[in-house]
């Protein structure tokens, strides 16, 4: 009898250890243990009565029903096929008319957005599976009436007849690192963020397209190493290069212009943008009737930008309204800005309040209506329901931590008042699709502590069905006592109160001093505190025994222009102030011990913590900067300028808050990280900071990842990476 009970008591106690067993490097990076499943794919049907998803690895497509989210038939399985070259799709687009697909297989990334794929379309009513066209192409689109679709294939633009099988060639002078056609360059697409530059004209007649001449701008050249070699056999001993057009500050960009092809014709015609050729296009659209192609066009330092109404058949083009800002007008201005269905109205995201609000305006370029109104910033725009004058948004008017879905409703023509209405019900963070009509939604919602939750509502607000709950994920994480985030604020010597969370060590004791690890990017609008679920690095470190802390600093997002934009020409200042403050703040606390304290981050984030040791002398025993831009000079021209104005007009910001003019301040460990083949912060960076560290006598410690880019992917890369990262705080904070 007292066997069986050790007997028990063992497998009892095995069993407790397995489900309280810390997280570990390959559950994040390998096993990707805690990765919340979502709904993939999800496109609303035409009639706005059904969404597809995709579905089994991307090997169905699967149609549900909005009213009762009930599964009602598989639209597609891909299987069925019977096509070796077509196994699964990572993504489709059906046609206005529901008759046809379009399948993307083959997916090779270029640079962060961008990608050729292999395409195919499936006809619905003839059964019939084709290959697009030969080769790989880049963003293929359907044009409204089905009929045709367009693409890019090696820098130049295509259209395809679906009905005859025959393919045109719309331009003729794309050339690598000369000429493009119809799809961005590689500034563009970084930092105005989109990788398709052509529109269908709603009748499917014309084609409107921007064209990139970057002959003049500056090539940059990346070395490439082992197999991975483009200009030579892979036994070569000599490195090959890898060579593109890369604007930095204060260089020459392409010089763009804006094209239509016209399909009956064949022929292009250029629209008049002005005399002046260093400006930016970043932005062209239809209205909806397709009487007008709007063109946004923005000045070299983006504080001004002026809406054009273009005739697409003469080329004449006439300015309509002009939005401009006295430091530097966002991206996500020109993401939002969106024509109306009524064809008389369109819709801005401005600042004009010193927050960010949606404001109707019509088409003569006159203000009709501010539509949201307070001390917050509106963050999305998602569309209008015209049979309702409804207007739906996201936003962080509850707390700039938090995400919210309202509607605002109004109509113009009887003057009544606004009603808005927040249709999200959860605090934390939601975001929303919306059906074709707007008559139901699907949110994502989830906070701190829970998972993503997809659910399907009415537009009225009642539930439908719950799509993904993660519950099993929320098990797993209570399972595993993985530590959690916990919000607190704080406020800096100069009286800014500072938003931050904190991850406390697993077996958290508050009469114990943990090492203090500080995690943060730091970097323009953006945020890292917020009240939504993610399990990561920084839990596990927690998990490890250390206290982490993560704080938003000045310049961060959805807290007002003012707080943003103060570090307009001095990038850098106050976002490593005010880390430097937080530091000191967490030192003050029992519980954390103040002569162990790293800080760490990723590209912005890298060159904050290489700043903040510059800068902060004895606050930090140690610091891991990872592809960290050491002087806005080498980074590239919309986005140094967009913060810094031109170097020649601001050589000061530029260089004073560089840490490769800070070098010599470093008194903490530094460890410096970045792949030789990054594109978007050159390696240069790092070569450049660690020179001016052996001039000024700093020791350091330096890591390369050969032929990685931004991410610092592939293989056993990640591992390698984070495992690194691991003991070198062990080796310096324990």
Not at 167 to 172: C, D, G, H, L, V
Not at 390 to 419: C, G, H, N, W
Not at 563 to 572: A, D, I, M, P
């Amino acid at each position: 009898m007292r066997r069986i009970i050790f007997v028990l008591f063992f497998l009892s106690a095995c069993y407790t250890a397995i489900q309280a067993q810390p997280i570990t490097l390959e559950d994040l990076f390998v096993k990707r243990s805690f990765t919340p499943s979502t709904v993939t794919g999800l496109a609303s049907t035409k009639d706005g009565l059904s969404y597809t998803t995709l579905e089994n690895g991307g090997k169905e497509i699967v149609k549900y029903s909005y009213k009762t989210g009930e599964k009602q038939s598989v639209v597609l399985d891909i299987k069925s096929l019977k096509n070796d070259s077509l196994t699964s799709v990572s993504e489709y687009v059906f046609s206005s008319d529901e008759t046809k697909v379009l399948l993307l297989t083959g997916r090779k990334p270029i640079y962060r957005r961008s990608f050729t794929a292999i395409y195919f379309v499936y006809n619905f009513v003839t059964k019939e599976l084709s290959r697009l066209s030969n080769g790989r192409q880049q963003v293929a689109t359907f044009s409204p009436d089905a009929e045709r679709v367009a693409f890019v294939r090696n820098n130049n633009l295509f259209v395809k007849s679906l009905r005859f099988g025959t393919e045109r060639q719309m331009t003729i002078d794309g050339e690598v690192n000369k000429i493009i056609n119809g799809v961005p360059d590689w500034v563009y697409e970084e930092e105005f963020e989109f990788n398709k530059a052509f529109e269908w004209s709603p009748d499917s007649k014309q084609v409107a397209y921007i064209k990139f001449n970057e002959e003049e701008v500056p090539t940059f050249g990346i070395p490439m190493y082992k197999g991975m070699n483009p200009t030579h056999p892979e036994n070569s001993v000599y490195p090959g290069e890898y060579r593109f057009k890369y604007p930095k500050a204060g260089e020459k960009n392409s010089v763009v212009s804006v094209w239509v092809y016209d399909i009956k014709a064949g022929q292009n015609i250029e629209m008049d943008l002005g005399k002046e050729t260093d400006i930016y296009v970043p932005k062209i659209n239809w209205s909806y009737g397709g009487k007008n192609l709007g063109i946004l066009r923005m000045n070299r330092l983006q504080n001004k930008v002026d809406l054009l109404f273009a005739n697409s058949y003469t080329g004449d083009t006439r300015q309509i309204f002009t939005e401009r800002n006295k430091r530097y007008i966002e991206t996500d201005y020109l993401d939002n800005f969106q024509f109306l269905p009524d064809d008389k109205s369109f819709i801005v995201l401005s600042e004009k309040d010193g927050y960010k609000h949606l404001y109707l305006y019509d088409t003569g370029g006159v203000k009709l209506r501010q539509l949201t109104e307070g001390k917050f910033d509106v963050i999305k725009f998602y569309g209008v329901d015209p049979a309702g004058k409804t207007f739906y948004y996201q936003a962080a008017a509850v707390s700039p931590m938090q995400r919210e879905v309202y509607s605002v409703t109004f109509d113009p023509k009887k003057k009544i008042p606004l009603i808005t209405r927040k249709l999200s019900v959860q605090n934390g963070t939601n975001n929303s699709e919306f059906s074709a009509g707007f008559k139901y939604y699907i949110n994502n919602y989830s906070n701190l502590t829970t998972p993503v939750a997809v659910t399907l509502y009415e537009i009225s607000g009642k539930q439908v069905r719950v799509l993904k709950e993660n519950n099993d994920l929320k098990a797993k994480v209570a399972d595993r006592k993985i530590p959690q985030k916990e919000f607190f604020t704080f406020k800096t010597s100069e009286g800014i109160e500072l938003n931050g969370y904190m991850i406390k060590p697993t077996g958290f004791n508050p009469v114990t001093k943990f090492p203090v690890v500080m995690t943060q990017y730091s970097g323009p609008n953006s945020q890292q505190v917020l009240d939504h679920f993610s399990i990561g690095w920084e839990n596990y470190i927690a998990a490890n025994g250390y206290l982490v802390v993560c704080v938003d600093p000045r310049g961060t997002g959805a807290r007002g222009e003012d707080f943003r934009k103060c570090t307009y020409g001095v990038l850098g200042k106050y976002e490593s102030d005010d880390q430097i403050e937080a530091a000191k703040y967490i030192a003050t606390l029992p519980f954390a011990d103040g002569k162990n304290i790293a800080i760490w981050g990723w590209s912005y984030g890298g060159f904050m913590s290489a700043l903040c040791l510059a800068k902060g002398g004895e606050v930090f025993k140690a610091g891991i900067s990872v592809a960290p831009v050491t002087n806005q000079r080498f980074y590239d021209s919309v986005y140094s300028e967009r913060y810094m104005g031109l170097p020649s007009q601001n050589p000061e910001g530029y260089d004073e808050n560089s840490p490769i003019t800070l070098a010599k301040g470093i008194k903490g460990k530094l460890l410096l990280v970045h792949g030789t083949a990054d594109d978007n912060v050159h390696y240069q960076n790092t070569l450049e900071f660690a020179e001016a560290m052996v001039q000024a006598g700093v020791q350091f410690q330096m890591m390369s990842y050969v032929n990685r880019n931004h991410g610092i992917r592939g293989g056993n890369t990640t591992m390698h990476l984070y495992t690194m990262f691991d003991n070198f705080l062990k080796e310096n904070l324990k």
